[in-house]
């Protein structure tokens, strides 16, 4: 179970301190699929950040299986299996993809993870992760990294950014397998409506604050109808367009 | 001969020997040749005029290598030598030079390695020359190379320079022409750190057409070190050339990096790119959320830099 307690995060912004999170109570149950959406710049890879030790929250407390790990680094997280797959993964001169697989896990059977991403391991193993790869093939090789980890939460930052529609199915699948396989809590930040349909449960995150959350089946016909523009008088937008924010 | 344990040190780091070579091989240690052997195709013999050696590959001799490492394991030692390479038409060799110093005195330790290279028609050679120090005194420990090299109509040449660590003081100074068709690689690697120093200039004239050259540097700066890059490309026919300085600060390291470029042909076709920067925070963290500590992160990220 992973709790977080009144969690703030404010980030200095010049000379005042903009809050990022407000006051982010949240409590994630074993081997449940959660989909945590909302509009761009409301929070959400922030909130990823906190739980990953990435961003160190101001105030408020995180908790991980009974286990206060605020104060926690990155690398400690990690080791207690917390797992973050980045949004926009960095790349590396003259890291191989085989020693990045290497150093995600001991686990010595590259070729396979390399094939369950759709990557071919033998063009790939010996690839730089430079910028000779695309953003979707840097988005699987990050998907590698991570799902070969012995986790007990994984956070996927849009794994969909970047991967064309036709994998994506596949990748989903993967995180799936992930999913029920190892008895971890899943966290999928997510714009897309095949992510959110498959969720246990949707959070939606907007302005640092959650807004709501809810059951899958009892959130998604409202996320519809409240992504639809309601200001036709205003701005001569209408139902059948996306409301802007 | 029997190497100690130094020397072995030295001569496995530098030109990758766990043993003596049985072809071609000269090892100089000291100022002296300690060892040298010819084969078949390749002779290895000393200079009449100077010290150094010549090493005169026979055409159309494929797959050889020939080894011709240099020590210095006193304090207080300059070694000045003058090596030529003559690699054969049509023929396919590496070459592994370097040079190791361990200086464990007070007094300075220099090797300058004046090197020239022809490469004739139609050869190929991979040129790998590695440079490292070690001990624990206080004496200097300097290395100087020089390299000519002269490349024939489609010749194809990769050079690797590498030094790895130790080197307080290195001045660097490469030239090479190109012939009709030559195709040449230069991968630098360099690590300094404390208080070293390391200047390399390379000048790569592209005369012939259809020649094209790609030089790429990468170099970390630790510490209080300094380095600076002078590459420079002159096509002077039409032929396609590319300079990248890719470097890393650690510390307090300076780098300066002016990779240069200039074209006297209308056809040529020429690039150049330089950066110059801390280790990305991203990559850190993403290693670190992979179960390393900033450390080890830092360390993986130099050696594949490196590599």
């Known amino acids: 179970m992973l709790k977080l307690e009144s969690v703030e995060l404010q980030i200095a912004n010049g000379n005042e301190n903009v809050s990022i999170l407000k006051d982010i109570n949240l409590e994630l149950?074993?081997?449940?699929?959660?989909?945590?959406?909302?509009?761009?710049?409301?929070?959400?890879?922030?909130?990823?950040?906190?739980?990953?030790?990435?961003?160190?929250?101001?105030?408020?407390?995180?908790?991980?299986?009974?286990?206060?790990?605020?104060?926690?680094?990155?690398?400690?997280?990690?080791?207690?299996?917390?797992?973050?797959?980045?949004?926009?993964?960095?790349?590396?001169?003259?890291?191989?993809?085989?020693?990045?697989?290497?150093?995600?896990?001991?686990?010595?059977?590259?070729?396979?993870?390399?094939?369950?991403?759709?990557?071919?391991?033998?063009?790939?193993?010996?690839?730089?992760?430079?910028?000779?790869?695309?953003?979707?093939?840097?988005?699987?090789?990050?998907?590698?990294?991570?799902?070969?980890?012995?986790?007990?939460?994984?956070?996927?930052?849009?794994?969909?950014?970047?991967?064309?529609?036709w994998s994506f199915e596949n990748l989903l699948q993967l995180i799936r397998d992930h999913h029920n396989k190892s008895n971890v809590i899943s966290i999928v930040i997510t714009h897309h409506e095949r992510v959110l349909s498959l969720a246990d449960e949707i959070i939606l995150l907007a302005d640092g604050k959650i807004v709501d959350r809810g059951p899958s089946d009892k959130l998604l016909p409202l996320l519809r109808t409240d992504s639809r523009c309601c200001w036709e008088d205003n701005c001569g937008g209408n139902d059948n367009e996306i409301k802007c924010y | 001969m029997k190497l100690n344990a130094i020397?072995?040190?030295?001569?496995?780091?530098?030109?990758?020997?766990?043993?003596?070579?049985?072809?071609?091989?000269?090892?100089?240690?000291?100022?002296?040749?300690?060892?040298?052997?010819?084969?078949?195709?390749?002779?290895?013999?000393?200079?009449?005029?100077?010290?150094?050696?010549?090493?005169?590959?026979?055409?159309?001799?494929?797959?050889?290598?020939?080894?011709?490492?240099?020590?210095?394991?006193?304090?207080?030692?300059?070694?000045?030598?003058?090596?030529?390479?003559?690699?054969?038409?049509?023929?396919?060799?590496?070459?592994?030079?370097?040079?190791?110093?361990?200086n464990s005195g007070m007094e300075k330790s220099q090797h300058d390695g004046i090197h020239e290279i022809i490469v004739k028609k139609g050869a190929r050679m991979r040129y790998i020359e590695k440079h490292y120090g070690s001990g624990q005194g206080s004496g200097e420990r300097v290395l100087n190379p020089q390299t000519l090299l002269t490349m024939e109509e489609n010749s194809i040449v990769?050079?690797?320079?590498?030094?790895?660590?130790?080197?307080?003081?290195?001045?660097?100074?490469?030239?090479?022409?190109?012939?009709?068709?030559?195709?040449?690689?230069?991968?630098?690697?360099?690590?300094?750190?404390?208080?070293?120093?390391?200047?390399?200039?390379?000048?790569?004239?592209l005369i012939g057409a259809d020649s094209n050259a790609q030089v790429i540097s990468r170099s970390v700066a630790k510490d209080n070190s300094k380095q600076v890059f002078r590459p420079i490309i002159i096509a002077r026919e039409r032929s396609k050339g590319h300079v990248e300085c890719d470097s890393i600060l650690i510390d307090h390291g300076k780098i300066s990096s002016t990779p240069a470029i200039t074209a006297e042909h209308p056809d040529a076709q020429l690039t150049h790119e330089a950066a110059i920067g801390r280790i990305a925070e991203e990559q850190l963290l993403k290693l670190m959320t992979l179960g390393l500590t900033e450390e080890e992160a830092e360390d993986v990220i130099l050696r594949g830099f490196l590599q």
């Open chain 1, 29 to 165: 149950e074993d081997n449940k699929f959660y989909a945590l959406t909302g509009p761009n710049g409301g929070g959400k890879t922030s909130l990823a950040k906190v739980i990953m030790g990435i961003y160190k929250n101001n105030k408020g407390k995180i908790i991980f299986d009974g286990r206060d790990i605020t104060n926690l680094s990155i690398t400690e997280r990690a080791k207690a299996g917390i797992s973050y797959a980045f949004q926009n993964p960095p790349r590396f001169k003259g890291m191989k993809i085989k020693d990045i697989l290497r150093i995600s896990s001991d686990n010595n059977s590259l070729r396979a993870r390399l094939r369950a991403v759709g990557l071919c391991p033998q063009d790939y193993l010996d690839r730089e992760c430079d910028t000779s790869l695309s953003g979707g093939e840097m988005k699987r090789v990050e998907l590698a990294t991570v799902l070969s980890r012995p986790s007990k939460i994984v956070i996927y930052d849009e794994p969909e950014a970047g991967v064309d529609l």
């Open chain 2, 7 to 102: 020397e072995q040190e030295l001569l496995e780091t530098i030109a990758d020997l766990h043993k003596i070579p049985t072809g071609a091989v000269n090892i100089r240690k000291n100022g002296e040749g300690i060892l040298r052997h010819s084969s078949a195709n390749i002779e290895v013999r000393p200079k009449s005029d100077k010290p150094g050696i010549d090493v005169i590959v026979a055409p159309n001799t494929k797959n050889e290598a020939v080894h011709i490492p240099v020590m210095i394991t006193m304090s207080g030692v300059k070694d000045v030598v003058y090596n030529t390479i003559v690699i054969g038409e049509g023929a396919d060799v590496t070459v592994v030079a370097g040079c190791g110093i361990h």
């Open chain 2, 158 to 205: 990769e050079m690797e320079l590498v030094q790895i660590k130790g080197v307080d003081s290195t001045i660097r100074d490469t030239k090479a022409k190109l012939a009709k068709g030559a195709s040449l690689v230069v991968t630098e690697r360099l690590l300094t750190h404390g208080n070293q120093k390391a200047v390399s200039d390379m000048t790569i004239e």
